[in-house]
């Protein structure tokens, strides 16, 4: 690990996460001490606000429910007046490990966003089926969009620096879909460098990833339709 | 004849309907004139449904029947998809207050947290 004195931002946005975000908070400040933490509440209806100012992050509170895109625009938003050199975004839920955000924050070196992807090499995580092609082939052309090889596009464990932080607080994607393809495209287009480096996630705490065709062909559309929205969006 | 009184009292209670919602500030002003426009437009036709007749003949459309509910068409996805347009125009704008008022609050409560630190030393 290298010393820096540059400022982080770990942004988590939060969604009735009361349960598992004090858990969360606690690993990352172990992990990573000399980091700042805020917590966006998604208009949750349980205790998440309080639970995680607690822990010790810092908080926001959004009025109305604005969907993850929205809660991590806030989140960039509040790194660019707050002055943050480097901005991280994680899940709440725990399926991120926090022992890679040092290696992500190194990456930066050579990057302005660095995605941290699953089926890069470590880790076990799999999924199957049509949904697993829809992944696949959304990877092959963003890869081919932005010139490097991605294997895990809708990955939202990031971490980016200086002017993207900028970029992303005035442009994040709010659509479905938007905040994970929308933001390489985007990225990409706006003349930054994007890298991937292999992380490993854990697997959820509640809740399993559906699996049924019908729904991976929505997914499919969907995230086609987000393609393509991204590449001729002015 | 009796069709065309069932036009004309239409045409008349839209014209009726829309001036009362401006009279009572319910509706914005550009709305307004753009009603009341098309209301002024359509009002003779109300009287006098053949009127159209020359210009859908000119035009090769078979009647003037024909013409008018074509254009209406038209006009009304005009506009809807500017009441689209316009409804996510106020979303993005709804959404970057809700992130104006999250990041005020959060400044507020610092600053009150300073506060209580400064009084209780």
């Known amino acids: ?234 | 004849m009796r069709l065309t009184f069932v036009t004309a009292t239409t045409g008349l209670v839209m014209l009726v309907v829309i001036f009362e919602l401006l009279r009572r500030r319910q509706l914005r002003e550009k709305y307004g004139a753009l009603w009341l426009l098309v209301a002024v437009a359509v009002l003779p036709l109300a009287f006098i449904p053949t009127l159209l007749d020359g210009l859908s003949s000119f035009l090769g459309i078979a009647s003037g029947l024909s013409l008018f509910l074509f254009a209406s068409v038209v006009f009304l996805l005009l506009v809807a998809v500017h009441l689209s347009w316009e409804s996510s125009r106020l979303e993005e704008e709804t959404r970057s207050l809700s992130e104006e008022i999250a990041l005020l609050r959060a400044d507020v409560a610092e600053l009150q947290e300073l506060r209580e630190k400064v009084k209780t030393p």
Request: glycine residues 8%; charged residues 25%.
């Open chain 1, 1 to 234: 690990m290298t010393v820096t004195t540059e400022r982080v931002l770990t942004i988590l946005p939060a969604w009735n996460e009361a349960e598992s975000i004090a858990a969360v908070i606690k690993e990352l400040q172990q992990e990573v001490p000399d980091m700042d933490i805020l917590v966006v509440d998604d208009c949750s209806r349980d205790a998440t606000a309080a639970v995680a100012r607690a822990a010790g992050a810092k908080v926001v509170r959004l009025p109305y429910n604005l969907g993850v895109g929205g809660a991590r625009r806030l989140g960039y938003r509040y790194a660019v007046e707050h002055g943050y050199d480097v901005a991280v975004q994680m899940d709440a839920d725990g399926q991120h490990d926090p022992r890679y955000i040092t290696d992500m924050i190194d990456a930066l070196s050579d990057a302005d966003l660095v995605i941290g992807a699953r089926f890069a090499g470590e880790g076990a995580y799999k999924v199957a089926g049509p949904r697993q092609w829809a992944m696949k082939l959304l990877s092959k052309a963003l890869s081919a969009i932005a010139r490097t090889r991605l294997t895990d596009t809708t990955s939202g464990y990031r971490a980016c620096r200086g002017e993207l932080i900028n970029f992303y607080s005035r442009n994040f994607p709010v659509e479905y879909l938007g905040d994970t393809v929308d933001t390489i495209v985007q990225a990409k287009r706006s003349g930054y460098v994007i890298k991937q480096i292999p992380v490993s996630m854990r697997p959820r705490q509640g809740g399993t990833p559906s699996n049924s065709p019908s729904k991976a062909m929505i997914y499919l559309f969907r995230s086609g339709l987000a393609l393509l929205l991204a590449l001729v969006r002015r």
